[in-house]
């Protein structure tokens, strides 16, 4: 597959408006960004600020109203399905809503497994069950019980990392997560961001969804803050930590509980 670009992902002037019965709705407005290839990124922003939408416009799940959003160079809504398929298989998507996005009849190791077998990967079953179980640990899953049980015995937290698993399991080029660690407690978010880092180091590259600027600061080394489906402000994670341009960056920095360090 031929791309030369030097981008894992890019927004170019991205728009998306929703129609309903209650009117219109602009979630995402002019909005552009680049993330280069085995770079990090992680866009802020309170609840409805429009995150959610741009997350899945960025891989052709939610179709703009105007604009362009590329992957690896090409653009998601001219590709062919079966072009924009492959390039999906690059990718891995952490869904925002645990509940619901695991396959129902599978078990948690069968859902993590489940990626390999689509994508017929040469690796045998042996070694995908190996990846699979692998990975569940590196996110603290490794009681047998837990990874036998089926979606509806699993909490919330449990759910999150069984999706992240999966979206790690064939080693995507980029990540995409959207509030991946919205139900964990506070140490176990700090240990699903060492393991995102561990992924970086291999090359991969990340967009991380969260509405915590803490986190996001920690999880990647560029910010990007979302307003009202504006960008607000970008910049290195710690300078917007640190020294915050626009007020309502400092509004979403005072309003971060102060905690212990995890
Ligand atoms: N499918 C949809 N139809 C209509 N409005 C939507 C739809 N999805 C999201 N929205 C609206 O778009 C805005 C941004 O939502 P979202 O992208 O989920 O934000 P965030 O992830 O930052 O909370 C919200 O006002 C939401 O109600
Ligand atoms: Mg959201």
């Given at each position: 597959m031929e791309d030369k670009t030097t981008w894992a992902a890019s927004a170019?002037?991205?728009?998306?408006?929703?129609?309903?019965r209650r009117g219109?709705?602009?979630?995402?407005?002019?909005?552009s960004l680049c993330l280069e290839r085995g770079g990090t990124l992680a866009v802020v922003g309170q609840s409805g600020s429009g995150k959610t939408t741009l997350l899945r416009a960025l891989?052709?799940?939610?179709?703009p109203?105007?604009?362009?959003?590329?992957?690896?160079?090409?653009?998601?809504n001219t590709l062919a399905p079966g072009e924009l398929a492959k390039t999906r298989q690059r990718c891995g998507y952490v869904p925002q809503d645990p509940y619901g996005a695991l396959p129902p009849g599978l078990t948690a190791l069968e859902a993590v497994m489940e990626p390999a077998v689509i994508a017929r990967r040469s690796w045998s079953k042996d070694e995908t069950r190996t990846r699979a179980v692998d990975l569940l640990a590196e996110l603290g899953l490794t009681e047998t019980r837990i990874l036998n049980s089926r979606a509806v015995g699993l909490s919330g937290g449990q759910r999150q990392r069984v999706e992240l698993a999966r979206a790690l399991m064939l080693e995507p080029e980029l990540l995409?997560?959207?509030?991946?660690?919205?139900?964990?407690?506070?140490?176990?978010?700090?240990?699903?961001v060492a393991v995102l880092e561990r992924h970086v180091a291999r090359g991969m590259s990340m967009i991380f969804v969260t509405h915590d600027l803490r986190l996001a600061s920690r999880a990647a080394q560029r910010v990007i803050v979302m307003r009202n489906g504006e960008l607000c402000e970008e910049g290195d994670a710690q300078r917007i930590l640190k020294d915050a341009r626009h007020?309502?960056?400092?509004?979403?920095?005072?309003?971060?509980p102060v905690l212990p360090e995890a």
């Open positions: 170019e002037k991205l728009n998306v408006v929703f129609r309903s219109t709705h602009q979630a995402v407005k002019d909005f891989i052709g799940l939610v179709p109203t105007s604009g362009k959003a590329e992957l690896f160079g090409r653009d998601v995409l997560c959207d509030e991946p660690t919205s139900m964990q407690d506070v140490s176990t978010r700090g240990e699903i007020p309502y960056t400092r509004e979403l920095i005072a309003s971060i």
